[in-house]
């Protein structure tokens, strides 16, 4: 299976994206989704992640600003990312996790410019 990831783009502070992520092919097992992010000379650093459909836990940068949902059974991640900053600015990945292995996506750019 692979993931697809769509959503990101330019957008200016204060605005909103939503990145989708869907897989093109069968994951079983399921037990947490969640989004990464990598900003040029930073680590990757987990952004969002929802475990068993419902409990979800934030980096505390964009706690309150944005929102993980999905759905395990059909394997499909979104990030309602609202009032947007500068540094939120960086390449967005997709992660499933599941019981034999763990599945990302190719990234998708969020760029927030004035």
């Known amino acids: 299976a692979q993931l697809v990831e769509s959503g990101g783009g330019l957008v200016q502070p204060g605005g909103s994206l939503r990145l989708s992520c869907a897989a093109s092919g069968l994951i079983l097992n399921t037990y947490a989704m969640a989004w990464y992010r990598q900003a040029p000379g930073k680590q990757r650093e987990l952004v969002a992640i929802?475990?068993?459909?419902?409990?979800?836990n934030y980096a505390d940068s964009v706690k309150g600003r944005f929102t993980i949902s999905g759905d395990n059974a059909k394997n499909t991640v979104y990030l309602q990312m609202n009032s947007l900053k500068l540094e939120d600015t960086a390449v967005y990945y997709c992660n499933i996790r599941a019981l034999v292995r763990d599945y990302w996506g190719q990234g998708t750019q969020v760029t927030v410019s004035s």
């Open positions: 929802i475990i068993s459909g419902s409990s979800t």
